[in-house]
């Protein structure tokens, strides 16, 4: 074995001593290895780099938990620098990550990634960000850089968020637009309703609700009504993935032409695109010339 590759094989086996203590590491195989090594590689804080690095961890039960590939890695006593992050997190539902940078602390295991940083999950969806920072332990995301969040059914752009990494939960921090498929009385026609909030918006695939807060305003892009309220939760139907129902509470408004509605709660049923006012609505009547308005109260 050359110097090269004895130095290479022992960072290795000390950085998973270090970084993942359940790893099925002999606890004298660095010792042993040390033997073969020149003397300036013995040392364990002197700083190393190499080339096609791969890291892995395991569960207690010994399956595969997570990985971190890279092309190259600069290593010191406290971090690992890595170029060209390709990761993965192992479990009910795998997750991809990538990153052309990222820097992984020694101590505590959490990951900070930088530019075209991409979450993919098993589903489809995923997120891209400029940076990330990964804490492994509490198996949570988080940046507070501008936010992409897509699948097949919905697009949703913010800034800051924190999610779960398999994007099945996740909170946009504020400046949120969404663009979500509602279902619909024309199945062939686009029935998106764009939704937009000063934020935080909260989403949850485990309930399927999404909550949108503060200066909410969604509009149905086929029919160009408008509604407002401070507060939305749209749920979504678990086959199609798209909007069934949104509960609208506070400062309720429904705007349709130059006709505007006030009321204290409403319910959107979208397979029907109909509206359930409650708590007393008021209904002003524009007739188009703007010279007289008529006011219903219910």
Request: hydrophobic share 35%; aromatic share 4%.
């Amino acid at each position: 074995m050359d110097g090269r590759m004895s130095r290479r094989t022992v960072v290795l086996l000390w950085m998973m001593v270090l970084l993942c203590p359940s790893l099925a590491v002999a606890a004298d195989a660095v010792p042993a290895l040390n033997s073969v090594l020149p003397p300036e590689a013995k040392d364990a804080n002197m700083p190393q780099q190499m080339e096609g690095f791969n890291l892995s961890g395991y569960s207690d039960a010994g399956a595969k938990a997570w990985d971190i590939k890279g092309d190259t890695a600069d290593i010191d006593a406290a971090k690992v620098a890595v170029t060209k992050v390709n990761a993965n997190s192992y479990g009910q539902e795998d997750t991809n990550l990538k990153a052309e940078k990222g820097v992984i602390n020694k101590t505590t295991g959490d990951v900070h990634l930088e530019n075209n940083v991409v979450i993919t999950s098993q589903s489809g969806a995923t997120m891209k960000t400029d940076t990330l920072d990964w804490a492994r332990n509490k198996d949570l995301v988080r940046t507070d850089d501008k936010v992409e969040l897509q699948n097949e059914t919905m697009k949703v752009d913010g800034t800051g968020m924190e999610a779960h990494p398999s994007l099945k939960a996740a909170t946009l921090q504020s400046d949120v637009t969404a663009n979500i498929q509602s279902e619909g009385k024309d199945k062939t026609k686009d029935n998106r309703i764009q939704i937009t909030s000063d934020g935080p918006m909260e989403m949850d695939q485990n309930t399927q609700t999404a909550v949108f807060t503060e200066n909410v305003v969604a509009v149905e892009m086929t029919s160009g009504r408008t509604l407002t309220a401070d507060k939305m939760v749209v749920r979504f139907n678990a086959t199609t993935q798209k909007i069934q129902e949104i509960t609208c509470t506070g400062h309720v408004s429904v705007k349709q032409g130059n006709n505007v509605t006030y009321s204290e709660g409403l319910v959107y049923k979208a397979d029907e695109q109909k509206i359930v006012l409650t708590g007393r609505p008021k209904l002003i009547i524009d007739p188009g010339d703007h010279s007289t308005k008529d006011t219903l109260s219910f």
